[in-house]
């Protein structure tokens, strides 16, 4: 092994807390789990004749769209904290992170009204008990998120923040993980759906 590989490997070993290590290794296994739910999805997606089934109700596509806004807007401002947070710009990286918390709970709020009154039963067939299963998955991750971003946000106050940066990292990599799911199943189950009839 070369020399600049070895200090390629002991700088990313010095680097990488345990916080962060141990969020991308809770990432990788609910990305794991919910490609199981999703597979089930495609796979009788792809034995169906007609999909989604007729018996199934179109949900509207508005509130969805909104919260799809916000949630992308909720990842820039987690990006912006992240950045802060390096720099060690402690006030922009607490006032970041308090505006994607708000605008988490947004999200959170926008996706359980988009849920309200859709028709879609879990125990109807395999599209409903899907729909649910992740929509579920979707709004326990964006909670967990607001959670997260609350304690980061009183660890700032505290001044812990100023000595280590990993749970803020932990936070954006959590926080890219539940946009990049958020959009994945408005992909699936709205924008995919829009058309049919």
Do not use: C
Request: without cysteine.
């Amino acid at each position: 092994m070369s020399e600049y590989a070895l200090s390629v490997e002991r700088r990313a070993v010095h680097e990488t807390s345990n916080a962060v290590l141990g969020m991308l290794l809770f990432v990788i296994s609910e990305a794991m789990f919910l490609m199981g739910f999703l597979a089930v999805y495609f796979t009788a997606y792809a034995d169906a004749k007609v999909w989604p089934p007729t018996t199934i109700p179109i949900p509207p596509i508005g509130l969805p769209t909104a919260a799809v806004v916000v949630l992308l807007g909720s990842a820039a401002t987690m990006t912006i904290a992240s950045r802060a947070g390096r720099r060690r710009d402690h006030r922009q990286m607490a006032a970041w992170t308090a505006a994607t918390l708000g605008l988490a709970a947004a999200f959170s709020v926008l996706l359980g009204l988009s849920y309200r009154g859709l028709g879609i039963h879990a125990n109807t067939d395999v599209y409903g008990s899907m729909f649910w299963v992740l929509a579920v998955v979707a709004i326990a991750h964006a909670i967990g998120g607001i959670v997260f971003f609350a304690l980061i946000l009183v660890q700032a106050r505290a001044g812990e923040l100023e000595l280590r940066q990993d749970p803020l990292q932990a936070a954006s990599i959590y926080w890219n993980f539940v946009t990049v799911i958020g959009v994945a199943l408005y992909l699936i189950f709205y924008l995919a759906n829009a058309g049919a009839t």
